[in-house]
């Protein structure tokens, strides 16, 4: 089973900063199998970012994914009020699928 | 607009069956995805659980060691999850997603609390 595990565990910072999240896998990952989610309280997730790099119509261009076999980044380039949130990555390249442990965007 | 909407009972006693349905509404499930289950416990982060193909084909997590069927309900546009001999630790939101062709969930029902509870 792949590990993922996403760093910081909280990330405090002020609205118009710019936000880096981590996930790291424990074995290599096709990037075309890395996919981040969004999560606001009491909502679904929502998917960002697929293929470790690509957005979805509708995702604004403030976020942006990178990275490849172990190491992957998402980062929010001027965080708005809305994006505080949890935001977790999910690895579908092997069985069974798992996802890292979240990290949480929270204002300071 | 496609929507999925989880239903079905919200508690559920130990050692029973849950059983939860996804209704999809403007998209058939007869067409190249795979349609999926991911749980989350209150306050903790996601696990999937697993997802089934057009077909009916299943892929599990392991995790569950065989407490899970998923199937497909063609003809009413629906999908299911049926858990077996649930405890405390099945307490949980579940969403069901489609799994589309990018290796992606880009689409997910609100979710549904189950507790399981006596």
């Known amino acids: 089973e792949i590990v993922l595990t996403q760093s910081p565990g909280t990330l405090s910072l002020s609205p118009g900063e710019r936000a880096t999240l981590s996930c790291r896998a424990s074995q290599s990952v096709s990037s075309d199998y890395l996919t981040w989610y969004q999560q606001k309280p009491g909502r679904a997730p929502r998917l960002l970012i697929y293929g470790a790099s690509s957005r979805p119509t509708g995702i604004p261009h403030r976020f942006s994914g990178s990275g490849s076999g172990t190491d992957f980044t998402l980062t929010i380039s001027r965080l708005e009020p809305e994006d505080f949130a949890l935001y977790y990555c999910l690895q579908a390249v092997s069985s069974p699928l798992t996802f890292g442990g979240g990290t949480k965007v929270e204002i300071k | 607009q496609v929507q999925l909407q989880e239903s079905g009972p919200g508690l559920v006693k130990p050692s029973d069956t849950l059983s939860l349905t996804c209704d999809v509404s403007s998209y058939s499930i007869n067409t190249n995805n795979y349609w999926g289950w991911i749980r989350q416990s209150p306050g903790k982060g996601l696990e999937w659980i697993g997802y089934l193909t057009y077909s009916g084909g299943a892929y599990y997590n392991p995790s569950l060691e065989g407490r899970a069927t998923m199937s497909l309900e063609k003809s009413n546009n629906q999908f299911s999850l049926k858990l077996s001999s649930v405890s405390a630790v099945d307490t949980a939101f579940y969403y069901c997603?489609?799994?589309?062709?990018?290796?992606?969930?880009?689409?997910w029902g609100q979710g549904t609390l189950v507790t399981v509870s006596s």
């Open positions: 997603a489609r799994w589309h062709h990018t290796n992606a969930f880009d689409l």
